[in-house]
Nanobody
Framework: QVQLKESGGGLVQAGGSLRLSCAASGRITISYVMGWFRQPPGKEREFVAAIRWSSGTTYYADSMRGRFTISRNNAENTVYLQMDSLKPEDTAVYYC?????????????????WGQGTQVTVSA
């Protein structure tokens, strides 16, 4: 089993920044790929970014590329999501997720392990 715990959410003004953290424990190895999704109020969960533990290769949703940066610290089993130039439409619950293997998917149903989420609210 893999356990994921997000932190770092909060309230920020438009144009500001936040850094989310995801601490992974359990049977997580470098053979996993990690991801971030978000779920805005009243909407479906959507893909944000992914990163391979082994190589650090990253992938972003088009709307987040350039503003969001995913990274990892292998020694601490922690994945980060740096969010800059935040907009009110970035308001959502942000979830950390993991799956075995090197393939990532933009569909949330393809990811088996999830954290409980952290709320990010961006005020205008």
């Amino acid at each position: 089993q893999v356990q994921l715990k997000e932190s770092g959410g909060g309230l920020v003004q438009a144009g500001g920044s936040l850094r989310l953290s995801c601490a992974a424990s359990g049977r997580i190895t470098i053979s996993y790929v990690m991801g971030w999704f978000r779920q805005p109020p009243g909407k479906e969960r959507e893909f944000v970014a992914a990163i391979r533990w082994s190589s650090g290769t990253t992938y972003y949703a088009d709307s987040m590329r350039g503003r969001f940066t995913i990274s990892r610290n292998n020694a601490e089993n922690t994945v980060y999501l740096q969010m800059d130039s935040l907009k009110p439409e970035d308001t959502a619950v942000y979830y950390c997720t993991a799956k075995y293997g090197s393939t990532w998917y933009t569909q949330y149903t393809q990811w088996p392990y999830w954290g409980q989420g952290t709320q990010v609210t961006v005020s205008a």
